[in-house]
């Protein structure tokens, strides 16, 4: 898994690449945490080249999602690949979080 955090029209995106499983969450969850230490207001998570999500991935997604609401800070994800998306969808993270089909789209309306 790759991560990549760069900013637009005032967004944090964090991008996320290759597989988000057991033995990398952590990785992911650290950039995240270190995201956050920025105080950024919004935080979009760009999973355009994420291929697969665990269970262990979602957990930490969630608790990224947590700590945002926590802060009032808004979050949104953009361009799920359809596995990502399907999965996303099963565990009903589709009705939790703002989900865009392109990052222009997210970029516009955050």
């Known amino acids: 898994m790759n991560i990549a955090v760069n900013e637009e029209n005032g967004v944090r995106i964090l991008s996320?690449?290759?597989r988000m499983d057991a033995?990398?969450?952590a990785d992911?969850?650290?950039?995240?945490?270190?995201l956050l230490g920025t105080a950024p207001s919004r935080i979009l998570l760009d999973l355009s080249r994420l291929e697969f999500i665990s269970s262990a991935g979602l957990r930490v997604v969630l608790i990224l999602g947590?700590?945002?609401?926590e802060h009032s800070l808004t979050l949104a994800f953009c361009d799920l690949q359809p596995m990502v998306a399907e999965i996303f969808s099963i565990s009903s993270f589709d009705a939790i979080f703002k989900i865009?089909?392109?990052k222009e789209e997210a970029l516009k309306n955050l």
């Open 16 to 18: 996320v690449s290759g």
């Open 66 to 69: 947590k700590a945002c609401q």
């Open 28 to 34: 992911f969850d650290q950039a995240a945490k270190e």
């Open 23 to 25: 033995t990398n969450s």
């Open 100 to 102: 865009f089909p392109t």
